[in-house]
C-alpha cells in the first residue's frame, strides 16, 4: 500500500475495476509496516486561531436549533420545519438537494450539506430526475460523485446556495473538530475526478467562515482489499473513522490474498495528524492488526491509549478464521505508537466477530454463530487486557449504549416469535457474571435472513446507528424502523404499515414496550421535545403526545418528501441472493421496502452485468464484473432502506 496526497477527493462504494497490489508506509511492529514517504499538495488555508476550541461534532441529516428542525430527506430534500410549538408543526421553508443527501452540519446560518450522486461524470452537476411535492431532487447515477453544499437559511422561505464544492466518489463519514471539516471520501477509479487505482481519500475545509468555505488539504491510502460482501458487518473496502482532537484513526482492511488461510494480519489503521487547527494534516503511523476494521467500535483512545478489538477473515468469512484479539498501544503522538499489551479471546466455537463496545476501563463484544455470547474485557490495567465473564443469548446484538453498571442494546433475532428487532437490558456490575436483565422484542418476526433485518429494518449502518437508536434521560428508547413487505404489496410499501418508532421504557432493571408511533417513509430519527416525541422519516416529520407512551398519540403531521413504491422485481439481501421471508407478514415472496425517491435502479441492471460476467474468460475481468454487480446491490440498498 502506499500513501499519497493528492488534489482530489474520495469515494466509497466497492471498485468496479481490478484493484491493483501497492506497498505502505508508517513505522514498525505488530503496528505497522515500512513505506514510501507521502506527496503533499496544500490548497488555501488560513490563519491559526489563537485559543480557539477545537470541538468535536459529527454531521446528521437533522439538526436542531431555537425551535427550527432541519430535516434532509434521501427524497432529496432539506426541509426546515417550525418546532416550536411540538403539536403544531409547520413548513416554513424547503430547498431541492442535488443527488441523494447524506449528513449536514449548521454553522450559525449556514448548514453545510453533504450529498451523494450529484455530479455526473463529466463534472457538471446532475440534471433533474425526480419529482418531488417541491420541485425536483437529482441523481447523475454510476460514476457520479458528491457534492458539499453550504446554504443559507437565515431566511427559511429562501433557502440559497452558497457554494458548492465537487466531491468525485462516494462519501464514508466526516467530522468536524474546531473550524475544520474532515471527510473521507472513497474512490472506485472508474467516477468522475478519481484516481486511476481504488483509495480513500481525507480532505480537509476550513469552515471558519461557512459562507466562504475553503478546502485546505488531502491525505490519500490506497488499497486493494478483497471485495467480500457476505457478511452483515460491511465489506471490506469500507474504512471508519475514529477522531480525537489530536489525531484521526482511518479504519480498514489490508491488502491480503481473499484465498488466504488467515495468518497474516489483515487490519490496517492509518493515522492522521490533525493538531492543526487551520486543517494542516501529517501523515502518521500505519498499525496492524489482526483482523479489519469494520466498525469504528472497534478502536478507541483514551487516556494516551489506544484499544482495539479486531479479528482474522472478519469481513470476508461468516465465522472469522481465529478468535478475537485485543491489543493496546500506547500512544505518544500521531507517529510513536507502542505495544502495550495483548489477549486473545477464548471462544466456545468458532464464531464471527459482530459488534464491539468500549467503555472507561472495559470492553464489550459480541461474537455470534446462532447464539451471541458477549464478553466482558477488563482494561484497567492496559498493559494486560483480561477477559472475564461471558453470557450467551439468541440472536446478537448490533449496538451497545453503556450506561455504569448497565448496557442497553439493540439486538437482532430472526428467530424471536416477539420480533426480528429487540432492545435488551444487561447488569454488567460483576464482570464475571453478566446477566441479562430484560428484552423488549418487536418488529417482523421470521425473517428468514439476518441481510433481510439489516438491509430493509434498520434506520443505518453501525458506524451511525447511535444516531437513531436513542436512549434519553428519562428512560425512554427509541428505535425507527421500516417493516418489510410482501413482494406483492409494493404498491403500499411506503405506507410502512408494522414499522415506524418503536417506544421502550426502560425503568430501574426493566423494560416495558410501549406505543408503535406510526410513520410511513423510512423511519430514520426521533427525539423527545417538549413533552412531545418528534419522528423524522424520508417522507414525514410528525410529533407525538408522551402523556401515555403506551398509546399512539399523533398530534401534528408535516410533509418533507416523497417516497416511492420500489418497483425492482425481487429485494436481494447483502448475501447476494434473494431474501426469502417467513411468517405471515412476509410471505414466501421477496420482501421489499419503501424506497425513498429516486429509488433503486430498475431490475435490468444485474442482468446485464451477470450476462457480461457469464462473456468474459479473463479472472481478473470476471472479479472486476462480479465487483460490480455488488456494488450495484450496495447502491440499491443506500437509496432505499
Known amino acids: 500500500m502506499s500513501t499519497t496526497r493528492l488534489v482530489s477527493f474520495g469515494f466509497l462504494i466497492a471498485a468496479t475495476f481490478s484493484i491493483l497490489a501497492a506497498g505502505g508506509c508508517g513505522n514498525a511492529e505488530r503496528g505497522s509496516s515500512g513505506g514510501s514517504a507521502p506527496v503533499t499538495t496544500q490548497i488555501g488555508g488560513g490563519t491559526d486561531p489563537d485559543g480557539a476550541e477545537r470541538a468535536i461534532a459529527e454531521g446528521d441529516i437533522i439538526q436542531l436549533d431555537g425551535g427550527r428542525l432541519y430535516a434532509m430527506s434521501k427524497s432529496g430534500t432539506v426541509s426546515i420545519v417550525d418546532v416550536s ?83 468525485p466518489g462516494e462519501l464514508a463519514d466526516s467530522r468536524v473538530v474546531g473550524d475544520v471539516l474532515y471527510l473521507a471520501t472513497y474512490e472506485n477509479a472508474a467516477c468522475y475526478g478519481c484516481g486511476p487505482e481504488p483509495r480513500t481519500m481525507v480532505t480537509t475545509f476550513d469552515i471558519a467562515d461557512a459562507d466562504a468555505i475553503e478546502l485546505v488539504e488531502q491525505v490519500s491510502f490506497q488499497s486493494n482489499a478483497p471485495d467480500g460482501y457476505n457478511l452483515p458487518w460491511g465489506a471490506n473496502w469500507k474504512r471508519s473513522i475514529f477522531v480525537t482532537t489530536e489525531r484521526l484513526y482511518i479504519g480498514g482492511h489490508a491488502d491480503i490474498d481473499p484465498n488466504g488461510t488467515g495468518t497474516a494480519d489483515e487490519g490496517i489503521i492509518d493515522v492522521l495528524d490533525i493538531t492543526d487547527p487551520t486543517g494542516r494534516l501529517k501523515v502518521g503511523s500505519r498499525l496492524l492488526v489482526a483482523g479489519a ?278 429485494y436481494y439481501g447483502g448475501g447476494g441472493g434473494p431474501v426469502v421471508g417467513g411468517g405471515d407478514r412476509v410471505g414466501d415472496g421477496y420482501p421489499r421496502a419503501c424506497s425513498a425517491a429516486p429509488g433503486r435502479t430498475s431490475g435490468w441492471a444485474p442482468v446485464a452485468l451477470a450476462l457480461a460476467f457469464l462473456a468474459v474468460r479473463s479472472t481478473r475481468a470476471r472479479s472486476a464484473l462480479a465487483r460490480a454487480v455488488r456494488a450495484w446491490r450496495r447502491r440499491a440498498r443506500r437509496t432505499s432502506p
Open 293 to 570: 476494521i469494520l466498525s469504528r467500535w472497534q478502536l478507541d483512545e483514551r487516556d494516551g491509549v489506544l484499544r482495539v478489538i479486531s479479528q482474522k477473515g472478519a469481513g470476508r468469512t461468516g465465522n472469522g478464521l481465529a478468535a478475537p484479539e485485543v491489543d493496546t498501544f500506547s500512544v505518544a503522538s500521531a507517529t510513536s505508537f507502542a505495544p502495550l499489551g495483548h489477549t486473545t479471546l477464548r471462544l466456545p466455537r468458532q464464531e464471527g466477530l459482530r459488534t464491539v463496545r468500549f467503555d472507561a476501563s472495559r470492553a464489550y463484544a459480541i461474537t455470534y454463530n446462532q447464539t451471541d455470547p458477549m464478553f466482558v474485557i477488563d482494561l484497567h490495567d492496559p498493559t494486560a487486557p483480561a477477559q472475564r465473564g461471558a453470557l450467551s443469548m439468541p440472536g446478537f446484538m448490533y449496538h451497545l449504549e453503556p450506561h455504569g453498571d448497565r448496557v442497553i442494546g439493540l439486538g437482532i433475532d430472526r428467530n424471536d416469535p416477539g420480533g426480528s428487532l429487540n432492545v435488551s437490558l444487561f447488569d454488567v456490575s460483576d464482570a464475571d457474571r453478566p446477566r441479562m436483565l430484560a428484552r423488549a422484542p418487536f418488529a417482523t418476526p421470521y425473517l428468514s435472513e439476518d441481510y433481510a433485518i439489516l438491509d430493509s429494518e434498520i434506520a443505518e449502518d453501525q458506524d451511525r446507528i447511535q444516531k437513531a437508536f436513542r436512549v434519553f434521560p428519562d428512560g425512554v428508547v427509541v428505535v425507527p424502523f421500516s417493516a418489510p413487505q410482501p413482494y406483492y404489496a409494493s404498491d403500499q410499501s411506503c405506507a410502512n404499515t408494522g414499522g415506524g418508532v418503536q417506544l421502550v421504557q426502560w425503568q430501574s432493571d426493566t423494560l416495558a414496550k410501549g406505543a408503535l408511533l406510526p410513520l410511513p417513509g423510512n423511519p430514520r430519527r426521533a427525539f423527545e421535545l417538549g413533552g412531545q416525541m418528534i419522528a423524522v422519516s424520508d417522507s414525514n416529520v410528525r410529533a407525538f403526545g408522551l402523556e401515555n407512551p403506551d398509546v399512539a398519540h399523533q398530534t401534528a403531521d408535516v410533509v418533507i418528501g416523497t417516497c416511492v413504491p420500489d418497483t425492482d422485481p425481487g
Open 85 to 167: 410549538a411540538p403539536g403544531r408543526l409547520t413548513l416554513l421553508g424547503q430547498t431541492i438537494s442535488r443527488g441523494v443527501p447524506f449528513e449536514m452540519y449548521r454553522r450559525g446560518d449556514f448548514l453545510i450539506t453533504m450529498a451523494d450522486g450529484a455530479v455526473a461524470p463529466d463534472g457538471s452537476l446532475t440534471t433533474t430526475t425526480t419529482t418531488t411535492t417541491t420541485g425536483t431532487a437529482t441523481d447523475a447515477g454510476a460514476g457520479a460523485g458528491a457534492l458539499v453544499t453550504v446554504l443559507d437559511v437565515h431566511d427559511p422561505a429562501q433557502i440559497t446556495e452558497s457554494a458548492t464544492l465537487r466531491v
